[in-house]
């Protein structure tokens, strides 16, 4: 079992930086991938980036902008974002799997509760 916290969303202006961070509970969590999803109203969640040990794994429209890391040592991924943009606006989770990276939500057992990123133009 994995419980995973999200924290790090707020407000932001266009060009601005966030940092996500995803905080993991339970065992052996450098076994697991690691993923951030977002979902805006109105729309399907998303896959936006993934990790475990040093492969990584970006979306297209956030390659260059979001930088996915982790430290198994305090359990926790993080996800910089950085240049944000309206269009990044949205609830972002953080989901976890054992083993590999997946782009796909429904691979991920695990689910935290999501934290909002809104981004004004």
């Known amino acids: 079992q994995v419980q995973l916290v999200e924290s790090g969303g707020g407000l932001v202006q266009a060009g601005g930086s966030l940092r996500l961070s995803c905080a993991a509970s339970g065992r052996t969590f450098s076994s697991y991938a690691i993923g951030w999803f977002r979902q805006a109203p109105g729309k399907e969640r998303e896959f936006v980036a993934a990790?475990?040990?040093?492969?990584?794994s970006y979306t297209d429209s956030v390659r260059g902008r979001f930088t996915i890391s982790r430290d198994n040592a305090k359990s926790t991924v993080y996800l910089q974002m950085n240049r944000l943009q309206p269009e990044d606006t949205a609830v972002y989770f953080c989901?976890?799997?054992?083993?590999?990276?997946?782009?796909?939500?429904?691979?991920?057992?695990?689910w935290g509760q999501g934290t909002q990123v809104t981004v004004s133009s």
């Open positions: 989901a976890a799997r054992y083993w590999a990276v997946s782009t796909t939500a429904s691979e991920y057992d695990y």
């Open positions: 990790i475990r040990r040093s492969t990584t």
